[in-house]
């Protein structure tokens, strides 16, 4: 139980310090990576595993 609550307390650190970092960036840079204001919230709580993920991240590929 112990190791499973410090795992979970670092997700959520985690997924906060991502949230701080993205309330930084201006509006333009957030759209730039798919992002909108809005969504800042539930992507730092499907970082920590506290909701389900709903994003599909698609890397871009170079033309063959």
Do not use: F, N, Y
């Amino acid at each position: 139980l112990g190791a499973a609550l410090k795992a979970a307390w670092r997700r959520m650190q985690h997924a906060r310090a991502c949230q701080r970092a993205l309330h930084e960036i201006d509006d333009a840079t957030l759209r730039d990576l798919g992002l909108h204001r809005s969504e800042i919230g539930s992507l730092g709580a499907e970082l920590a595993g506290a909701a389900t993920t709903t994003r599909v991240w698609a890397l871009s590929r170079r033309p063959a």
